[in-house]
C-alpha cells in the first residue's frame, strides 16, 4: 500500500503540482495508467518512472532553431510546435541567440514508444528575465519571468605585497573593477613600474546581485584611490553640468591626460609588476622609448585622440604605429604582433581606442610593447612627461563636487567601517541594519 506521502517522496521536487492535472485528462488511456501507478503499484523502478518529471538543459548552438533543439530532446513534433506558438506570445524564436540556455521538463508518458509529455519549458534569456512555457491541460500558456538585480555599494581595500592583482583578488574586488581601477589611473600612473611593495588601493564601486545574493555584475567605480610611495591620490567619479562623466581628483582636476603612460589593457600585464624591471631587450643603442611587458595579443591602447601617421612594418620596430596628436606630441608602438583592423595612415582615432596587439615583431628578444613619446620631433621619456591635464572644475560646478567628494568620502568609511565592526563586534552601525543597507 502507497500513501501519498510514499508517492510525492518517491517522485522528483515539483511533480506534486502537476498531478491535478491527470484529472483533467482522466478519460486518456495513458492517464488512467499514471494514476493505476500511484494508487496500485509499490515502490517499484517502474511506477518512478512513471510518475518523476526530469529537466533537460540544453544551450543553443549556432543555427539551432527552436523546433529542431525541441525535437532532439524527445519531445513530440505536435507539442514542439503548440509549444513554440505559446512561447511566441512573449518571446520570438527568432531572436535565440546562441549560448542561450533552455530547461525542458519532461514526463514520460507511460505508454510504450510515445515521446515523453513537455511540462514545461524555460529558457534563459539573461540572469535578468527568463520565458517560461507551462502545460495548462492539453494547452499551453507563456509567460515572461522577470528576476530584478538589485543594486548594491561595495568597498575594499588592500595592501599591495606582491601584485595589484593579487591585493585585489584577495581583497574580494572582482577582475573587471580591478581593470577598471587600472583603466582610471592609466594616465597618472605606469602600472608596470611605478608599483612598490606596500602600497596600497581602496575602491568603492556598484554591484548587481541577483535574488541569491551572488553578484551577477558589477557596476562603475564610484571612488577609489592609489597609495603609492606613501602618496595617497584618491579619484571620483563626477558627472559634469554638460553631462561628461568623469574622473576627477580632490581638488576637481580631472584625471584624464592628454597622453596615457600606460596605453596597454592594465589587466593583462605581466603580474610581478615593480618586483622585477624588464630588461632592455636586445638594444645597446639608447633606448628611445617604454617597454611593457604583456602577453601576445593584448590590445594595446591610443594613448591620446590623433591622426595615424604610420601603419606596417618599420624595420627593427616591427609592426609599429605612429600616432599625431597636435602639433606639439606624437606616440609610438613597436613590436605588435598585429595592427587592429581599420587603423591605417590618414584615420582618426580616439583615445582609449585599440590599435593593435602586443607581439614580438622587429627587433624584439620577447612580447612586449615598446612605446615611445615624441615632443616637438624628439624623444621623451613618457614616465617623466608633464602632460597637461584635463578639466578642472570651476565655480559652481566645483562646489557640487565637493560636496559630492564628501559624500563618498563618508560613504566609504562607513562601508569599510561596517566590515570591521561586523567582523569584531557583530553589531551594526546605527541606522546601517541588515546586509542590504547600501546607503551605509
Ligand atoms: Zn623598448
Redesign the pocket.
Known amino acids: 500500500m502507497v500513501t501519498l506521502a510514499g508517492v510525492t517522496s518517491l517522485t522528483a521536487p515539483g511533480v506534486a503540482d502537476e498531478i491535478p492535472m491527470l484529472d483533467s485528462i482522466a478519460e486518456n488511456e495513458r492517464a488512467a495508467m499514471q494514476i493505476a501507478a500511484y494508487y496500485h503499484a509499490d515502490s517499484t523502478f517502474e511506477s518512478r518512472q512513471l510518475t518523476a518529471s526530469y529537466d533537460r538543459d540544453v544551450v543553443v548552438g549556432k543555427g539551432d532553431t527552436l523546433m529542431a533543439l525541441m525535437v532532439k530532446n524527445g519531445v513530440a513534433p505536435r507539442e514542439a510546435h503548440d509549444a513554440i506558438g505559446a512561447m511566441s506570445k512573449v518571446f520570438k524564436p527568432r531572436y535565440l541567440k546562441p549560448g542561450q540556455e533552455i530547461v525542458l521538463t519532461l514526463q514520460p508518458s507511460g505508454a510504450p514508444g510515445a515521446a515523453d509529455r513537455l511540462v514545461s519549458m524555460t529558457l534563459v534569456e539573461s540572469v535578468e528575465r527568463e520565458y517560461v512555457v507551462r502545460r495548462d491541460g492539453d494547452a499551453f500558456g507563456a509567460e515572461k519571468v522577470d528576476h530584478p538585480l538589485k543594486t548594491e555599494i561595495a568597498a575594499a581595500e588592500g595592501r599591495i605585497d606582491v601584485s595589484l592583482f593579487m591585493a585585489g583578488a584577495e581583497a574580494g574586488v572582482p577582475p573587471g573593477i580591478l581593470a577598471d581601477l587600472i583603466q582610471i589611473y592609466s594616465f597618472d600612473v605606469d602600472f608596470q613600474r611605478d608599483i612598490r611593495n606596500g602600497d596600497g588601493f581602496t575602491v568603492m564601486y556598484e554591484r548587481f546581485v541577483d535574488e541569491t545574493g551572488t553578484t551577477v555584475r558589477t557596476g562603475n567605480i564610484l571612488r577609489a584611490s592609489m597609495t603609492l610611495s606613501g602618496r595617497e591620490r584618491a579619484l571620483y567619479r563626477f558627472e559634469t553640468a554638460n553631462g561628461t562623466i568623469d574622473y576627477f581628483d580632490e581638488d576637481g582636476k580631472s584625471a584624464r591626460r592628454s597622453l596615457m603612460r600606460t596605453p596597454i589593457n592594465g589587466a593583462r600585464l605581466s603580474s610581478g609588476y615593480g618586483n622585477r624591471r624588464h630588461p632592455i631587450?636586445g638594444?645597446t643603442k639608447l633606448?628611445t622609448?617604454t617597454?611593457f611587458a604583456a602577453p601576445r595579443g593584448t590590445p594595446i591602447y591610443a594613448a591620446g585622440s590623433g591622426r595615424i601617421e604610420y601603419a606596417g612594418r618599420k624595420g627593427g620596430y616591427g609592426l609599429y604605429v605612429r600616432i599625431r596628436h597636435n602639433g606639439t606630441y606624437q606616440t609610438a608602438y613597436a613590436h605588435m604582433s598585429g595592427i587592429a583592423r581599420g587603423v591605417r595612415k590618414g584615420t582618426r582615432v580616439q583615445q582609449g581606442q585599440v590599435i593593435g596587439y602586443v607581439g614580438s615583431t622587429g627587433r624584439s628578444t620577447g612580447n612586449h610593447l615598446?612605446y615611445e613619446v615624441m615632443r616637438n620631433g624628439k624623444f621623451i621619456n613618457s614616465r617623466r612627461m608633464h602632460l597637461p591635464s584635463g578639466k578642472q572644475l570651476k565655480d559652481e560646478e566645483l562646489e557640487t563636487f565637493l560636496v559630492a567628494r564628501e559624500t563618498a568620502d563618508v560613504q566609504y568609511a562607513m562601508l569599510i567601517r561596517k566590515d570591521v565592526e561586523f567582523a569584531s563586534t557583530a553589531e551594526p552601525l546605527p541606522g546601517c541594519e541588515g546586509p542590504d543597507s547600501a546607503a551605509c
Do not use: E
Request: charged share 15%; proline share 0%; net charge negative.
Open positions: 631587450l638594444y633606448h622609448g617597454d615598446h
